[in-house]
């Protein structure tokens, strides 16, 4: 079974402004999926669709088999949401934050505070579930919203830029503990700007741009697509521009080279070249994210 | 116990400890003010007018006094609370959960009303420092003030659904309840007024709740109780109705 299936989605704004045009999109259960895309390209109002937030103008919705217009509580209660935008109440404290969610959902006092304890503590929390939540830091407040959807222990968690104005420590933290929450069965969708994290987190990925669906595939495969590869060289210092036989290169100053490998060019030939022609390598790195450069292209081709 | 009893319980809890976390300013305003009152239009002034209805002119005053304070607070703490979720938007908290939308109004109507009562109460052990009251009919005087909490509380979470600012959250408060309420009969009774001026009182419906409150203390009223008592229930559910419409198509919530 599907844990979500978008089929003709289309959402369009007063005033005109057709945010979705049309869209299919399936995720199956137990998958984590990268919704991406750039900005107001359609990926928060598809999420506010699913999550109740947006009224759809025409198309259909299904959570678990379960569809928004004639199914709403049930659909309802497979999802959980962590939003954008920090949306509790500021002046309540964490646990009052997390302990109305799932009163909401109809969870009895005993098992939400049970819940709460368990989130809480896994999450970092706990020992500041009596502090106000306006008074912790921006780290920890998207923690809590992580926290608060889970409550009801939703089948699909669906986070809009869960780590965003985080730092790296506690971004790693954080996909450890949604990579525990994935491997437990929650079927998790995950739209971020960090690229990085999509790449490491997410086995499928959907590329949305101006309402519509670029690309809807694996990461792997998505990958695959991509058939150059840009390296960036620390070398010893060289004084002419080096040309190796068989790849671009690109001499940035005396001691950075760029080298384009195309896919299926073994790095080993690469090093062989350089060798030589009596370059030492200090270390290397890749010029950009994969998923970037893919990233960028396909949405470039849709301007 | 079922999903949505818990909800609603949820709800009201939250909204019971939003307004008493805040009582120094939901709960100790409406205290003074009716206490100022009391001393300069009951005491100081009243004892000059003379008799109302047949009733000194405190005794007269002081249960419009209280229905006073239970509108205004009834209507203000939906208005604002309801407005602040939605400006917070954590108003979000509840519509992305299987909520019926009854609950949702009876939750922030339950808040109005336990602070609208609350302070009726607060109002009514003040005022027994300054007069006795008798109580000529309990079960009139109860409902009387239970369904005018409701009918103001919803009035409330409508101007809040409608408001885009804090602004317009004043707006009615400022510019409609408080002329009504005053022109309501709460320090006159309309035989006082000619007759013109008694038919456009009839027209403002703060008039009939006042009216049959005062019965339920003094068992006088210038409107029979079956009138007061149906255009009582035809606002709360004509208001009921708009804010379940508003609600359940998400005017002003979902874009």
């Known amino acids: 079974m599907s844990a979500l299936s978008i089929k003709g989605l289309t959402k369009t704004y007063k005033g005109g402004v057709e945010a979705l045009k049309g869209i299919?999109?399936?995720?199956?259960?137990?998958?984590?999926?990268?919704?991406?895309?750039?900005?107001?390209?359609?990926?928060?109002?598809?999420?506010?669709?699913?999550s109740s937030l947006v009224n759809k103008t025409q198309g259909d919705v299904e959570v678990f088999g379960?569809?928004?217009?004639?199914?709403?509580?049930?659909?309802?209660?497979?999802?959980?949401?962590?939003?954008?935008?920090?949306?509790?109440?500021?002046?309540?404290t964490v646990l009052q934050v997390v302990m109305n969610q799932a009163g909401y959902y109809g969870v009895t006092r005993k098992l939400a505070l049970e819940r709460a304890q368990k989130y809480l503590t896994e999450l970092d929390l706990w020992d500041k579930r009596n502090a106000r939540s306006r008074e912790l830091s921006g780290g920890m407040k998207r923690r809590l919203m992580i926290a608060r959807a889970l409550m009801h222990e939703p089948r699909l968690l669906i986070l809009d830029e869960p780590t965003a104005g985080v730092d790296i420590e506690l971004r790693r933290s954080m996909w450890d503990f949604l990579q525990q929450l994935n491997e437990q069965g929650v079927t998790i969708i995950l739209t971020t700007h960090y690229l990085e994290e999509a790449e490491s987190l997410c086995r499928n990925i959907g590329i949305i741009d101006h309402g519509t669906i670029v690309q809807n595939t694996s990461m792997k495969a998505l990958l695959s697509q991509l058939n150059i590869e840009t390296f960036v060289l620390d070398i010893n210092p060289v004084e002419n521009d080096v040309s190796l036989s068989g790849f671009e290169t690109r001499l940035l100053d005396d001691h950075t080279l760029e080298v384009d490998v195309e896919q299926g060019h073994e790095l080993n030939t690469l090093f062989t070249e350089l060798s030589k022609h009596g370059i030492t390598v200090m270390s290397m790195r890749n010029k950009a994210n994969r998923l970037e450069e893919l990233f960028l292209r396909l949405v470039n081709q849709t301007r | 116990m079922s999903a949505n009893f818990i909800a609603l319980k949820s709800l009201l809890t939250k909204e019971i400890n939003r307004f008493t976390r805040i009582w120094l300013q939901t709960l100790v305003p409406p205290a003074i003010t009716m206490s100022l009152y009391f001393v300069i239009f009951g005491t100081l002034i009243g004892e000059r007018i003379g008799t109302m209805s047949g009733f000194s002119y405190m005794e007269f005053i002081v249960p419009g006094l209280i229905m006073m304070s239970v509108i205004t607070n009834s209507y203000s703490n939906v208005?604002?609370?309801?407005?602040s979720s939605k400006f917070q938007r954590n108003v979000e908290e509840l519509l992305v959960a299987p909520v019926p939308t009854w609950i949702i109004i009876a939750g922030y109507v339950g808040g109005g009303v336990a602070r609208g009562l609350l302070v009726g109460c607060i109002v009514t052990v003040l005022s027994l420092y300054f007069v006795n009251l008798n109580i000529a009919n309990l079960g009139v005087l109860l409902i009387s003030v239970l369904f005018t909490s409701i009918l103001f509380s919803l009035g409330g979470l409508i101007n809040a659904i409608l408001a885009k600012s804090y602004d317009d959250i004043s707006i009615i408060p400022n510019f409609v309840l408080t002329p009504l309420t005053y022109l309501g009969g709460v320090f006159y009774s309309l035989t006082l007024l000619p007759d013109f001026w008694q038919g456009v009182s009839k027209a403002n419906p703060i008039v009939y709740m006042i009216n049959t409150f005062r019965y339920g203390f003094l068992g006088v009223t210038d409107i029979p109780l079956v009138y007061s008592f149906s255009i009582i229930f035809l606002f709360v559910a004509a208001l009921f109705s708009l804010a379940y419409w508003m609600i359940s198509r998400g005017y002003g919530l979902r874009s």
């Open chain 1, 24 to 50: 299919d999109l399936t995720v199956e259960q137990g998958d984590f999926y990268a919704l991406l895309g750039p900005n107001g390209a359609g990926k928060s109002t598809t999420i506010g669709i699913i």
């Open chain 2, 79 to 83: 208005a604002s609370s309801f407005f």
């Open chain 1, 66 to 92: 379960y569809n928004l217009d004639t199914d709403l509580v049930k659909a309802k209660q497979q999802i959980g949401l962590v939003p954008q935008e920090f949306n509790f109440n500021q002046f309540e």
